[in-house]
Each structure stands twice: as structure tokens, then as C-alpha cells.
């Protein structure tokens, strides 16, 4: 009975932890620049969005298209934040100028066109199924 109740334990602990696992696929677009690796930062808390090292999940993809896609996969229900950038010269680091701003094509979730450094709201995504979103890279400097 005991070996009965433990097996049935595992197997609904396994049905629920299946039943919120959601995939995210981002499709990026507008690369012009066929080399380097897309870096992406995905962030699932408003305090941390864009630092370094806090992000919920990180990835890198190389480019070898002109669209990269990537998918995410067991996410949880949740609301999330994308910030991505072309590492165009392979340096691991999105390159600013003297005033903070990108020199490598960069992008945000809801394709958000920063005026001033974003915020989580800004670039919020509700994911609570399999869902897909295109993010178009922004090149500011050529």
C-alpha cells in the first residue's frame, strides 16, 4: 500500500510540474550584420531587470541568418522581460558610446523603442501558454 501511495505521489508531483511548462519562442529580426551571437537576458522580477547577472535565464544564439530564432523552454506562468543585443564583434559585452547608448543593434520584449534606459513594465510579457513574439533588433549607429 505504501509502494501504491508513493508511485501515485511521483506521478502527480510529475503531471503538475508538466502542466506549467510553457514555451517561449522569440523569433529576432532585422539583422544586418551576419556574425557574431545574439545575447539574451530574460527577467522575471521588475527590481533586477537589465543587471548584469540577474537575469532569470540567459542565452546566446550565433548569427549565421538574418533571423535567429531561439525558444525558451518549461517556463513558468509568469510575466517577463526581454533585453537582448547583436555581439557583433564577439567581445561579450554590449558596447555603449560615451552617453550610455548602444553601438551594437540591441532590442526589448513588445519591440519597446527606448527614449531613456527602459523599465520592466515597458518590455512586460505575460506568458501563461506556449507563445510566440518577435523582437526586431534596433541599430542606432552604422
Known amino acids: ?77 509568469n510575466d517577463y522581460a526581454i533585453s537582448l543585443y547583436q555581439d557583433v564583434n564577439s567581445d561579450n559585452e554590449c558596447n555603449l558610446n560615451f552617453l550610455g547608448i548602444p553601438l551594437e543593434p540591441f532590442g526589448f520584449s513588445k519591440n519597446y523603442m527606448p527614449i531613456s534606459k527602459p523599465s520592466f513594465n515597458d518590455c512586460k510579457i505575460t506568458v501563461n501558454q506556449d507563445t510566440s513574439i518577435i523582437i526586431n533588433l534596433i541599430q542606432l549607429f552604422k
Open 1 to 77: 500500500m505504501r509502494n501504491k501511495l508513493f508511485f501515485l505521489f511521483c506521478m502527480l508531483g510529475f503531471c503538475a510540474q508538466h502542466t506549467y511548462a510553457i514555451d517561449l519562442k522569440i523569433t529576432i529580426t532585422n539583422i544586418s550584420a551576419l556574425k557574431g551571437k545574439i545575447q539574451m537576458g530574460v527577467f522575471n522580477d521588475e527590481k533586477t531587470f537589465l543587471e548584469k547577472g540577474k537575469e532569470y535565464r540567459s542565452c546566446s544564439q550565433e548569427v549565421t541568418n538574418d533571423t535567429v530564432v531561439i525558444i525558451l523552454k518549461d517556463l513558468v506562468k
